[in-house]
């Protein structure tokens, strides 16, 4: 079993920054892909940010300059430094990562519970 755990979320006013942590855990072997997403109330969840294995990212066009997406894969954990918070940015945000269980396995995407980020103006 494989289980992400995200942290970090608060509130926070408009101007200020957060960092949001997502610790994988579990029958790992290693992790391909890692990405945030987020879901703001009455909205559909969406794509925020993402890493390669490799460290090539990603971002959605609305958080490029604000927020950096990395990764220690020693620690099988992944960041969202978030700067410049936008009440716009309001949302739960959701980890996930492509999880290989095996050597010879295949990946298989994991998400986590969520973390809320509330940004006041």
């Known amino acids: 079993q494989v289980q992400l755990v995200e942290s970090g979320g608060g509130l926070v006013q408009a101007g200020g920054s957060l960092t949001l942590s997502c610790a994988a855990s579990?029958?790992?072997?290693?992790?391909?892909?890692m990405g945030w997403y987020r879901q703001a109330p009455g909205k559909q969840r969406e794509f925020v940010a993402s890493?390669?294995?490799?460290?090539?990212?990603t971002y959605v066009d609305s958080v490029k300059g604000r927020f950096t997406i990395s990764r220690d894969n020693a620690k099988n954990t992944m960041y969202l430094q978030m700067n410049s918070l936008k009440p716009e940015d309001t949302a739960v945000y959701y980890c996930?990562?492509?999880?290989?269980?095996?050597?010879?396995?295949?990946?298989?995407?994991?998400w986590g519970q969520g973390t809320q980020v509330t940004v006041s103006s």
């Open positions: 996930t990562a492509d999880v290989r269980n095996g050597p010879t396995s295949g990946s298989r995407p994991h």
């Open positions: 579990g029958t790992i072997f290693g992790i391909n892909a």
């Open positions: 890493i390669t294995l490799s460290g090539t990212t």
